[in-house]
């Protein structure tokens, strides 16, 4: 895959930026490490600027994440309490009390979820699904990703830029992090499921 997102940018520059942004945010296997660290190492051999390169790239990621959003404005806690009673989730035994106690927590310290969200893998995509089911107005879901979306690209360019040649060093330090992200998210989920389960056998 890195090879693909390098031939892509070395071709249409900031136009692959742009489309590979939006698709990282949908589509979280593609790593933005890959992308914007090579966009800030194609600053110092191409046409392409540091400033270009970080707007570019906040632009399509901020429309990724926005389209997300949108879908999670989509999934209303009764839609959302509709679909966890369908068979195929129901042994979860999820409660719409749940739902609507998830939704308060995100009304409450929705905005430093939003930002913080943007800056850790893996959740920075996903983060923005629950904002929108939250319904958390336009407006501030755009400005605090925004802001958590530039200080993060911004980071990534600006290594790629530094570290020239080496650029590749930041996606492999990346790697080994996200993977330990993966196994503590797993392991979450995994925990939770047990005392939902549990906790059903006992009552």
Do not use: H, I, V
């Given at each position: 895959m890195q090879d693909w997102i390098m031939m892509l940018m070395e071709?249409?520059?900031y136009i692959s930026l742009f489309l590979l942004m939006i698709i990282e945010n949908v589509f979280p296997p593609i790593p933005s490490e890959v992308i914007l660290t090579f966009a800030?190492?194609?600053t110092s051999m191409t046409y392409l600027s540091i400033f270009g390169v970080i707007i570019v790239g906040s632009l399509g990621s901020f429309i990724g994440?926005?389209?997300l959003y949108l879908i999670g404005r989509l999934l209303t806690p009764q839609r959302l309490t509709h679909l966890l009673e369908?068979?195929?989730i129901k042994w979860l035994h999820f409660k719409s009390e749940d739902i609507y106690k998830t939704q308060g927590w995100f009304v409450k310290h929705g905005k430093k979820a939003v930002f913080f969200g943007r800056l850790v893998p893996m959740i920075r995509s996903l983060i923005s699904i629950p904002a929108g089911m939250a319904?958390?107005?336009v407006i501030t879901f755009s400005l605090y990703t925004l802001f958590g979306t530039l200080l993060w690209d911004t980071i990534l360019v600006l290594l790629g830029t530094y570290l020239g040649a080496n650029w590749s060093l930041i996606?492999?330090?990346m790697n080994k992090?996200?993977?330990i992200w993966k196994v503590i998210l797993v392991a979450l989920i995994l925990y939770w499921i047990f005392k939902k389960v549990s906790?059903?056998?006992k009552s």
């Open positions: 071709e249409y520059g800030g190492f194609m994440g926005f389209l369908s068979p195929w319904q958390m107005p996606s492999m330090y992090y996200d993977m906790r059903k056998d």
